[in-house]
Every structure is written in structure tokens, then in C-alpha cells.
């Protein structure tokens, strides 16, 4: 394993968790998005769609989800990846610093 990979492996994954959590608590942006996303699908379980065509919508939306969430994970630890070389290039990080 590279050394960038091993300091994005040490721990990121719940500190992402736990600061995404914190950080979308008092998020008023997020809050209106949620109840919006409440209200659309209030409404689409009252379109009187069959349950055929409710699941095949399921899984569309759901494949959409599925493909945007990877794509903004990717392009996170993108970002990660790039801060990590750019501090291993600047002297302030070396392989020795990540504890084990």
C-alpha cells in the first residue's frame, strides 16, 4: 500500500462519518433539502402508481443516488489524496508520521 493511501486509510472513513454528522446539525441548507426531499416523496406515494412502475422509479432513483454518492466520495478522497502529496511535497508529513 502507498503512503498516501495508508494516512487516508488510518481512521478516515468514521472521522468523515462523525464530522459530516456534526457539521450537517445545525446545517439550515441541509434541513430545507431534507424537508423538501420529505414533501416530493409524499407526494409521489400519492401518485397512484402501480406497484410495478413505483419499483422500477425505486430503482432509478435509486441507481442516480447511487452512482452521485460515489462519484462525491471519489472526488473526496480525491481531494484528501492531493492535500496529503501536497504536505508530503512541502516537508510538513512523511511516511514515519503515521502511527500504526
Not at 424537508?35 to 432509478?60: Q, T
Request: overall charge negative.
Amino acid at each position: 500500500m502507498d503512503f498516501l493511501q495508508e494516512l487516508i486509510d488510518y481512521g478516515m472513513c468514521n472521522m468523515i462519518d462523525d464530522r459530516l454528522a456534526d457539521f450537517l446539525a445545525d446545517d439550515k441548507e441541509y434541513d430545507e433539502l431534507e424537508r423538501k426531499v420529505d414533501e416530493l416523496e409524499k407526494k409521489y406515494m400519492h401518485l397512484g402508481l402501480s406497484e410495478d412502475v413505483k419499483e422500477a422509479v425505486d430503482e432509478y432513483v435509486t441507481g442516480i443516488e447511487d452512482l452521485k454518492s460515489y462519484m462525491y466520495e471519489q472526488s473526496y478522497f480525491l481531494g484528501i489524496r492531493d492535500t496529503i502529496a501536497l504536505l508530503a511535497r512541502l516537508g510538513l508529513i512523511k511516511k514515519g508520521d503515521i502511527p500504526k
